[in-house]
């Protein structure tokens, strides 16, 4: 999901939310139940939810295994929690530049957007 979400960073989510086109959602993996991925709920399909991560180069989303049945959708993203500077950076200013920037919101995608452009747009910025 870079570049919306980093290694490290924490979700905050919303179990049973209503998931509408452009929300970040947790999922059961279609392959594998066990293992929970993130993503972004594109369109409701036959089938359930058409999903799509943020970063194009990785097709480790519907493009592979396809519409995801609904009941696998397990949470809806609220906020991102960035992971905390590494020891050796922990100065005051730091801490206090991750403090400022450590909780933000996950945005859904605006209305007529889609997930490649914008991926395009976040990666030029």
């Given at each position: 999901?870079?570049?919306?979400l980093?290694?490290?960073d924490?979700?905050?989510?919303q179990?049973?939310?209503?998931?509408r086109?452009?929300?970040?959602?947790?999922?059961?993996?279609p392959?594998?139940?066990d293992?929970?991925i993130?993503?972004?709920a594109?369109e409701r399909?036959?089938?359930?939810?058409?999903?799509?991560?943020?970063?194009?180069?990785v097709e480790n989303?519907?493009?592979?295994?396809?519409?995801v049945?609904?009941?696998?959708?397990v949470?809806?993203?609220?906020?991102?929690?960035?992971?905390?500077?590494e020891?050796g950076q922990?100065?005051?200013?730091?801490?206090?530049?991750?403090?400022?920037?450590a909780?933000r919101?996950v945005?859904?995608l605006?209305?007529?957007?889609?997930?490649a452009?914008?991926?395009?747009?976040?990666r030029a910025?």
């Amino acid at each position: 999901m870079v570049p919306t979400l980093n290694p490290g960073d924490q979700l905050v989510v919303q179990y049973g939310a209503v998931v509408r086109p452009g929300d970040v959602v947790v999922l059961r993996h279609p392959f594998r139940q066990d293992l929970l991925i993130v993503k972004r709920a594109v369109e409701r399909r036959e089938g359930g939810w058409w999903v799509r991560g943020d970063n194009p180069l990785v097709e480790n989303d519907s493009r592979e295994f396809g519409a995801v049945p609904e009941e696998f959708v397990v949470a809806r993203a609220l906020v991102r929690l960035r992971r905390p500077p590494e020891a050796g950076q922990r100065s005051a200013g730091a801490l206090l530049s991750w403090l400022a920037s450590a909780l933000r919101p996950v945005r859904s995608l605006p209305a007529g957007a889609s997930v490649a452009r914008l991926s395009r747009r976040l990666r030029a910025r």
